[in-house]
């Protein structure tokens, strides 16, 4: 019923206003996870879509830019799926960001290739379900083997040849072990073990006294964002497998900023892979840091959602201005994102021409502590990783 | 040999820790018959109540301990007079969907006051790293669990179901009219003990926050765990409490080390399994 | 109204208040700028809140994983999309008997238990599948969902579209039949035998009435339902997740029918309506506190409402019947 009387007030506006008087309005559809284990993703998209329409403005190539934000709840595609449908029908929106998670944007996709609206993924990073679902998908988070592949290299590089693998027990964790255990074999290393972690688990000492047997020279962990990677790096520490001197690398999620002081000291040395931090030498960065800190505040530190999401919104700026002047067109829009290739806080970004996926350098970093901070320091790059 | 041990101590002071989480449930909902799953909330809400003394205030971490007790247990009893006193006597269902409500509202309140992120939990230098004890290797965190929740252990067994205070609760729950008629105040003492249970739960979650982490979503994460030690060791036996916690953290460290394929599988499967054999638990008494 | 065939006619009998519910149902459909989506996914909760009408309201079974009978009819005809069985609705056929044949299972598993016991268990049940489903990647996509779910058109010629009025009125009129269904189990003896359990087990056994046995029939029944509703589910939104047997789905439906009353049929739906409905909307409002809300509104429900919106309404509406000196009640209207 609401959505019927305010369909009766858009309609009696528009026939208040003279049609020529209207400036196009494009109306950015944001849908995250706001609520639960995952609600920091859409406070820092929303954060990141603030700083960036306050610096660059809300007017792009002669349109108005406005956005509006919908709870998907986490990784649940009848939610996301429902919202993105009154995203394109009763909102009107002409280019989302998101839906975050796998299974939402996977139950997205028809819709959005039905209705051709350009999203642009944020938070979703299993390979192979952008270009390959629907050709109004471009993704500016990662893709999971950019994440994987690259610390087998530098560990065997670095003489940690006995390696030990730890992953969650989920989809995005098997698809991780698949591409660590691949390129740690091109590189020439042995795999002396490897276990799953349920995804509910409280209680990591088994995992570590599995560890402590096999006394590999280095272990890679793969965990979801959250409880279970500062549960394993705290007892990695606390098991006394730092103190034995083992290496822990693992992909840049086990030592996000967002919980990277709630880890604490045990986190230090921890070397990760990852396509974004805070202390990224660039002017850009800091120039983003400083500014995204000026308007939220230190805490919480910005994640790698509000990277993707600034640079989603770089991608919709760029290309709307590439088509001033005219109206809006989505298949010119997706052309001109697909190839394009621009300089973001976390560095060098393109957009895969043919795909809508993307390739970026990948960091090697090691926690440190900064004047009393921990921070992922990056040490070494791995340029231009594809996306598969 | 070396990692057996290990393993056991590991599995002891995990179950342990579930002891401490979940004893606040089972003597409310064992002596009250009131199925308070809202004993989660205060568990995180004695996690914050620590994190907070110590950064905000520097309170020493074995001071904060008492302090998160006494703060939840305040609370509790709040609750307990505004609104859980009038469903005694209810339905399981009712009572549930209540609790149940509770918990949600307090997910939102946590995150509106410290924010949707994980806390920070530092532990003082003498609880962290390791220790040699008799030969073998262990983390000092963890003798410390096994040490206070040991202590505990005892001082519930025998204050609850030894003393005085503990019939007169006990004589509550079989008959709350004739045990008015004999002059007790039970009013009074529903509302002690609800108390006591709620502090229980803080004084948990302020152990908890080292191992387990705290956001605001704990209680939905561990509200599982809670329920499988409270309804498999019996509701309202405190030794039943312990002996399932006991067993249940042994099975589940263990289980994982030696079949790490099905480790997740454990605790549910022997949930199942138990109650299915022994419908009121390890030590369950008929009501 | 002496004899058990008169009995059972007025206990079927349908009121024009119910009649009223399902033509608005259908007019919806017909109302500009209605949000189809929305509805469609409330007629489906409302499907599945009803099945565990059945057990809960009908017969007393309080139980935690009604879910993993959603999701089984959820992945079955995710599964039938995915290998090429696209034709719908021999699917919701086929989701119904495989829920059913694991609900006769589990309900000859759970039915001499009760109390916390049978709350466990089925929780616990629900916890082992939804586990496996999670981190079975291999076979069903774990985490990530099913991935290649074809689903084709309704009777071959109405397309799942993007405007979801497709997804509607075939949720409706799935919905519809099973009500149909479920009526005229709850009015027949069978449904007599249920509530009579439900009030006093003992006494049905001295009557002789199969009291165990019903409860796997019933478990049966109402797993089918709620398979039929995990399979709609999947065919409207074409995709599918272990979050179809969550613990969360298993809570919030106990929720939903709670909220709209047990016992009632209408309960479900009514439930379904006001708790989606308000999440939606609590969810625009503000994204990152709604759930203080919904817990709200629980313990107001509990505290208030006990017995739900439409017992609570049609106490209402006997009174005001009452105040204008109308009063027809009959013996059966309790047993509506």
């Known amino acids: 019923m609401r959505g019927f009387i305010r369909s009766l007030a858009i309609a009696a506006l528009v026939a208040a206003v003279p049609a020529s008087a209207q400036q196009e309005t494009i109306r950015i559809g944001v849908l995250q996870s706001f609520s639960g284990m995952t609600s920091l993703n859409g406070q820092q998209s929303e954060a990141a879509i603030k700083l960036f329409m306050k610096k660059y403005g809300d007017t792009v190539g002669g349109k108005k830019i406005e956005y509006f934000t919908r709870d998907t709840t986490g990784p649940n595609p009848e939610v996301a799926k429902r919202l993105v449908q009154e995203a394109v029908t009763r909102e009107r929106a002409q280019i989302l960001i998101g839906p975050d998670f796998t299974p939402n944007m996977l139950a997205a996709a028809p819709i959005v290739t039905e209705a051709k609206v350009p999203a642009i993924i944020n938070g979703a990073a299993t390979s192979g379900t952008i270009g390959e679902r629907t050709p109004y998908y471009a993704r500016t988070f990662f893709a999971i083997p950019q994440l994987c592949r690259p610390l087998a290299t530098y560990a065997v590089k670095n003489n940690w040849k006995r390696v030990f693998v730890v992953v969650a027990d989920f989809a995005p964790g098997h698809d991780c072990e698949k591409q660590y255990l691949g390129a740690l074999a091109e590189a020439g290393g042995t795999l002396v073990g490897n276990v799953r972690i349920p995804l509910k688990n409280p209680e990591f000492s088994s995992y570590m006294q599995r560890i402590r047997d096999a006394k590999p020279d280095a272990v890679y962990f793969f965990m979801p964002i959250g409880e279970m990677s500062i549960g394993v790096v705290r007892a990695f520490n606390e098991s006394g497998l730092k103190a034995a001197g083992i290496k822990l690398t693992g992909a840049g999620d086990i030592t996000d900023e967002t919980y990277l002081d709630a880890i604490g000291d045990a986190a230090l040395g921890a070397i990760t892979a990852g396509i974004y931090s805070t202390t990224h030498d660039s002017k850009i960065n800091k120039e983003f840091v400083s500014e995204y800190v000026a308007m939220n505040g230190k805490s919480p530190r910005i994640g790698w959602v509000a990277i993707s999401t600034w640079d989603a919104m770089r991608l919709i700026y760029d290309g709307l201005a590439a088509q001033a002047g005219g109206k809006f067109d989505p298949d010119k829009f997706m052309a001109f994102v697909k190839g394009h290739s621009f300089e973001s806080p976390r560095g060098p970004v393109t957009i895969d021409k043919g795909n809508g996926d993307i390739v970026q350098n990948v960091y090697i970093r090691r926690v440190e502590k900064i004047n009393g901070v921990l921070q992922n320091v990056e040490f070494e790059t791995f340029k231009a990783q594809p996306f598969k | 040999m070396s990692s057996v041990a290990s393993i056991l101590f590991n599995g002891i002071s995990y179950g342990v820790l579930l002891f401490i989480m979940s004893v606040g449930l089972s003597v409310t909902m064992g002596m009250m018959n009131f199925v308070n799953l809202a004993q989660v909330s205060f568990s995180m809400l004695g996690g914050y109540v620590m994190v907070v003394a110590m950064q905000k205030f520097g309170v020493p971490f074995l001071w904060t301990l008492p302090l998160a007790f006494i703060l939840v247990g305040v609370v509790s009893i709040v609750l307990e007079r505004l609104l859980f006193r009038f469903f005694y006597g209810t339905d399981d269902l009712t009572q549930v969907l209540l609790t149940i409500g509770l918990v949600f509202m307090s997910i939102a309140i946590v995150t509106y006051f410290w924010g949707g992120t994980y806390q920070r939990v530092n532990m003082p230098e003498w609880l962290t790293g390791q220790q040699e004890l008799g030969g073998f290797i262990l983390e000092r965190y963890r003798i410390f669990l096994v040490v206070v929740g040991g202590l505990l252990a005892f001082l519930l067994v025998f204050g609850l179901e030894r003393t005085n205070f503990g019939a007169m609760v006990r004589a509550c729950v079989d008959n709350r009219r004739a045990a008015n008629a004999c002059g007790l105040n039970t009013d009074l003492i529903f509302a002690v003990t609800f108390a006591v249970g709620g502090g229980l739960a803080g004084l948990g979650g302020a152990m908890s926050a080292n191992l387990l982490g705290l956001d605001p979503n704990f209680p939905l994460r561990y509200l599982v765990y809670v329920l499988i030690v409270v309804s498999i060791g019996g509701m309202g036996t405190i030794g039943g409490s312990l002996i399932a916690a006991l067993a249940l953290g042994i099975a589940d460290v263990a289980g994982k080390y030696y079949f790490p394929s099905i480790g997740g599988f454990f605790i549910y499967i022997v949930t199942v399994v138990v109650m299915l054999c022994r419908p009121l638990g390890l030590l369950g008494r008929r009501a | ?336």
């Open chain 3, 1 to 336: 109204m002496n004899t058990p065939t008169a009995y059972f006619e007025g206990l079927a009998r349908w009121k024009p208040l119910e009649i009223v519910f399902w033509l608005v149902l259908v007019g919806l459909f017909f109302v500009p700028g209605v949000n189809l989506p929305l509805l469609s996914q409330i007629i489906i909760w409302g499907l599945f809140a009803m099945s565990l009408d059945l057990l809960l309201g009908y017969r007393g079974i309080l139980t935690m994983g009604h879910a993993a009978f959603f999701g089984i009819g959820a992945y079955t005809a995710g599964y039938l999309g995915k290998f090429g069985w696209t034709e719908p609705i021999s699917a919701l056929f086929l989701a119904a008997a495989i829920a059913a044949a694991v609900g006769l299972l589990a309900g000859r598993l759970v039915r001499s238990l009760g109390g916390i016991a049978l709350l466990m268990v089925t929780l616990g049940l629900n916890l082992i599948l939804y586990d496996f489903v999670l981190r079975s990647t291999e076979l069903t996509g774990g985490d990530d969902g099913l991935q290649g779910v074809v689903i084709g058109q309704v009777l071959g010629m109405f397309k799942f579209d993007l405007y979801g009025k497709t997804a509607y009125l075939y949720s409706l009129a799935v919905a519809f039949l099973m009500f149909l269904i479920a009526r005229a189990l709850v009015k027949s003896s069978f449904g007599l035998a249920l509530l009579g359990a439900r009030e006093n087990i003992p006494r049905m056994i001295m009557l002789g009435a199969p009291v165990g046995k019903d409860v796997s029939a019933a478990f049966a029944i109402a797993a089918a339902m709620a398979g039929v509703a995990g399979a709609l589910l999947t065919q409207t939104i074409q995709s599918v997740s272990p979050d179809a047997l969550s613990f969360q789905r298993s809570a919030d439906v106990l929720v939903i029918l709670i909220l709209g009353g047990t016992a009632r049929l209408y309960g479900g739906f009514v439930g379904a309506f006001v708790f989606l409905f308000l999440r939606d909307w609590l969810a625009q409002l503000n994204p990152v506190y709604w759930y203080f809300w919904i817990g709200l509104l629980l313990v107001v429900v509990v505290a208030f409402f006990r017995k739900g919106i439409v017992p609570s309404l049609g106490v209402l509406f006997t009174r005001m019947q009452k105040k204008r000196g109308t009063d027809e009640r009959t013996p059966n209207r309790a047993a509506l």
